[in-house]
């Protein structure tokens, strides 16, 4: 199990209600908890904030933390309830940002994109379609966003979305269904998707 | 007429959720470009989101510490320092009550004091009295004397030296 020494160490803090190191568990899963919430709440101080928040909570509520999810999942299934928790106005501030973003991050950006071998003027388009799927994935209702970003952007096993979001298997595969077919919808050409041919 | 297969957002969902649409996406070319471009548009998303999350160590460093930080046990509030304050007079109050009343108990209860020494305590709050009364009366307190004597000093000289002016 991928988090036993983890797990050990939660189940005895939360028996012996006594500080254990903590800082291991911080270290372990702070850069996943904070990659969720940015995908999440689209902030970066926001996912600070909210990461911090997650971790000390998880620190305070450790006694409920049963094993029965792996301690990744549990702080995952947190992390969620605080973004949830949260405004859910603020997202259209991250696109200001992100449009407003200084050279050297968009220079940033486009060096990831050119990665993948385009010319400099496919890079910007393909970052201007990523920004579109960004936009409508941020427009889903939160529950089908949750999911998406879960299995997309984390690619967490269905099974494992559902511990963390607290509902069945069969609705966390509705959920991706509904936000798929909306993402497919909404994007005008992009990567060939949504296009149903008919050819004779 | 050949219709050209497409997959539909279940089949979607299902092989981006790692189950089985190898057949259809074998039977169909359509629908293994589409499926080939929906996972690399997960991949982007993924790599777009690490880029977004990938900050500097400092920055994981200083996180960890205001989580240390909030995890700490804090100081006693200022609500908690009133509140021990607050017992702590009553307290002193209980304490002090406690003892005016054995005290006055006692004087009720205790044998009567032989007359000399009634006479001689008398006498001794009496000569209290008369030095308190005096240190009243006096204008300064008694370690302010040599101050009012050198002010005294000043002044007159001053005026003095006004008066000779004038003349």
């Given amino acids: 199990m991928e988090n036993t020494l983890e797990m050990a160490t939660l189940g005895r803090a939360a028996a012996e209600s006594v500080p254990l190191d903590f800082d291991l568990v911080v270290r372990q899963h702070q850069q996943r908890i904070y990659r969720v919430l940015l995908g999440l709440v689209r902030d970066p101080d926001m996912a600070d904030n909210l990461t911090q928040d997650c971790l000390v909570r998880a620190y305070q509520k450790r006694a409920s933390f049963r094993g029965e999810s792996s301690v990744s999942t549990w702080l995952i299934s947190i ?33 990831t994109a050119a990665d993948l071998g385009a010319s400099p003027e496919r890079s910007l388009m393909a970052r201007q379609e990523l920004g579109r799927v960004w936009e409508i994935v941020d427009e889903l209702p939160a529950r089908q966003r ?51 041919t008919e050819r004779s | 007429m050949d219709l050209v297969h497409r997959l539909n957002e279940a089949e979607i969902a299902d092989a981006l959720a790692g189950k089985a ?11 293994a470009a589409e499926f080939a471009a929906w ?44 509140a021990a304050v607050f017992a702590l007079i009553l307290l002193a109050v209980g304490l002090i009550q406690r003892g005016v009343t054995p005290k006055m108990e006692m004087a009720r209860t205790a044998p009567a004091v032989p007359t000399v020494q009634v006479e001689q305590a008398e006498s001794d709050d009496d000569t209290l009295l008369e030095d308190i009364q005096a240190s009243l009366q006096r204008e300064l307190p008694a370690s302010l004397a040599p101050a009012a004597v050198l002010v005294e000093e000043v002044t007159s000289a001053s005026e003095q030296g006004k008066q000779l002016k004038e003349n």
């Fill in chain 1, 79 to 111: 992390a969620i309830n605080l973004a949830r928790d949260q405004g859910r106005n603020r997202r259209a501030g991250f696109w200001r940002r992100l449009f407003a973003a200084p050279a050297e991050e968009t220079e940033a950006a486009l060096a």
């Fill in chain 1, 146 to 196: 949750e999911v998406f970003l879960l299995r997309f952007a984390e690619e967490l096993p269905l099974e494992e979305i559902a511990l963390a979001l607290g509902m069945e298997t069969g609705t966390v595969k509705a959920h991706l269904f509904r936000a798929v077919g909306t993402v497919r919808k909404r994007m005008r050409k992009p990567y060939g998707l949504g296009t149903s």
């Fill in chain 2, 21 to 31: 649409a190898e057949e259809r996406v074998a039977d169909c070319q359509y629908c």
């Fill in chain 2, 39 to 82: 996972k690399d548009l997960g991949g982007r998303l993924r790599q777009d989101l690490e880029s977004q999350a990938d900050r500097p160590a400092y920055f994981w460093t200083r996180q960890q510490a205001r989580i240390r930080e909030r995890l700490a046990p804090r100081a006693a509030s200022p609500r908690w320092a009133a």
